[in-house]
């Protein structure tokens, strides 16, 4: 298994450019996650899904959108980037109710200027 | 108010001593669960272990011990034998679930490092 995967690993963008990070996990499990980590902070989440077809939101949503058409993949889009949505992307799943850990794929960090 | 706290900023620990780095959280929630991660400096996120609200016995998974006080709701976990491998940051992390909707907060962290 590859576990969860996560692309781009880096990016640039300019002010007001869109573009999708894409997460994928090939485990079978139902929960994933999309969190953000700022600089010297702790993980934020932005949106999670329980299922293909179901989203919501989490502490951060605003400025993203998200979708769950498979249980395999959840991409995480962003429109208009801002200078303030500079951070560290993670993606995480993990398979309900059997397991607790969440397996967290190895981060995209995505520069806005 | 911090759902998550971790006090220690950093922290610097001679090689085989035992570490304890601090959490306490704040829930009114009767079922969560308590989890502590690490990430070294390549970036990646470790899960170490983790601790339901009503286990009763403390988690342990081989050198990573949970400290579990419900009543003082703290969560500190404990390395016995600190490698120099274990330098890293270190986030402690809570879950709630309320109706199916996942709450899920992660506290600023502790940077741990270890003097050979």
């Known amino acids: 298994n590859a576990g969860v995967t996560q692309t781009p690993k880096f990016r640039i963008l300019k002010i007001g450019q869109s573009m999708t990070l894409q997460c994928t996990q090939d485990m079978n499990h139902n929960y994933m996650y999309w969190y953000r980590q700022d600089p010297g902070m702790g993980l934020k989440l932005i949106y999670y899904s329980v299922g293909a077809g179901i989203t919501d939101k989490g502490e951060v949503p605003n400025g993203y959108n998200v979708s769950r058409s498979t249980t395999e993949d959840f991409p995480l889009r962003l429109e208009l980037a801002a200078p303030s949505q500079t951070s560290v992307y993670f993606c995480?799943?993990?398979?309900?109710?059997?397991?607790?850990?969440?397996?967290f794929g190895p981060g995209t960090r995505l520069t806005v200027l | 108010a911090q759902k998550i706290t971790q006090t220690q900023p950093g922290m610097f620990v001679q090689e085989k001593e035992a570490v304890t780095l601090d959490c306490t959280y704040d829930?009114?929630?009767?079922?969560?669960?308590l989890f502590w991660y690490k990430q070294p400096s390549s970036g990646e996120m470790i899960f170490l272990i983790y601790q339901g609200s009503y286990d009763e016995q403390n988690a342990t998974e081989g050198r990573y011990s949970l400290n579990f006080q419900k009543a003082r709701k703290s969560a500190n976990l404990v390395i016995s034998a600190s490698q120099l491998g274990d330098s890293a940051m270190y986030f402690c992390a809570m879950r709630e679930a309320n109706f199916g909707n996942e709450k899920l907060t992660f506290g600023t962290g502790t940077r741990l490092t270890i003097i050979p």
């Open positions: 829930t009114s929630d009767q079922s969560y669960g």
């Open positions: 995480a799943s993990r398979i309900v109710p059997s397991f607790n850990e969440q397996f």
